[in-house]
């Protein structure tokens, strides 16, 4: 089965620093692209960004740009979200999901579980 | 606000066809599939909808897809009360070359 299992819960300050994981199984990691996405309090899907676990290669939405590292370890069939200075702002439900393409037809399947990162002085 | 146009509530009783569309652009809909997303509360989205008109295995043929020029439809036949859920379309963009999705429809069954 491929899924795709997500780190735990977070409970941060403001200024501080997060990392939050996602471990791909049941298929070749390196093959697909992981994408993630952020879903703030009773809102919708808002695309973060995006990285191919072969080479690294990242490419994020204009929103987020310089405000969040998005990374991939294929040897441990894990892509990484990341913040260096947490703001309350940042309160908000994290998903990870794999990016699948055959020819012109890309979707996105399966997501993972969710992170919960909750920034409260 | 979202790249993607969707109503934000749609509504109908049991047993009815329900759609809901989707707008979007030339880079994006207008150039690619589209695809839909069922989020049940406090679930992630699951993947109802790709290529425009394919179900992954395991989704109900009562939900299907339609796509025409820079717009996309999900109709919903045989409404249930387990469809009660938001639902997203989402597509890739090719001057973003990323992502983007619609803000989301609260689908209600009475």
């Known amino acids: 089965e491929v899924q795709l299992v997500q780190s735990g819960s977070e409970v941060k300050k403001p200024g501080e620093s997060v990392k939050i994981s996602c471990k791909g199984s049941?298929?070749?990691?390196?093959?697909?692209?992981i994408g993630w996405v952020r879903q703030m309090p009773g809102k919708g899907l808002e695309w973060m960004g995006i990285?191919?676990?072969?080479?690294?290669?990242?490419r994020y939405s204009p929103s987020f740009q310089g405000q969040v590292t998005i990374s991939a370890d294929k040897s441990i069939s894990t892509s990484y979200l990341q913040w260096s200075t947490l703001k309350a702002s940042d309160t908000a439900i994290y998903y990870c999901v794999r990016h699948n393409r055959l020819d012109l037809t890309r979707w996105l399947d399966p997501w993972g579980q969710g992170t919960l990162v909750t920034v409260s002085s | 606000q979202s790249v993607l146009t969707q109503p934000p509530s749609a509504s109908g009783t049991p047993g009815q066809r329900v759609t809901i569309s989707c707008s979007g652009s030339?880079?994006?809909?207008?150039?690619?599939?589209v695809n839909w997303f069922q989020q049940l509360p406090g679930t992630a989205p699951k993947l109802l909808i790709y290529g425009d008109n394919q179900r992954p295995s395991g989704v109900s043929d009562r939900f299907s897809g339609s796509k025409s020029g820079t717009s996309a439809s999900l109709a919903i036949s045989g409404l249930q009360s387990e469809d009660e859920a938001d639902y997203y379309c989402a597509s890739w963009d090719d001057s973003l070359y990323g992502w983007v999705f619609g803000g989301g429809t609260k689908l209600t069954v009475l």
């Open positions: 030339r880079s994006d809909i207008g150039s690619n599939t």
């Open positions: 990285v191919n676990p072969a080479d690294s290669s990242t």
């Open positions: 049941g298929y070749s990691f390196a093959s697909n692209w």
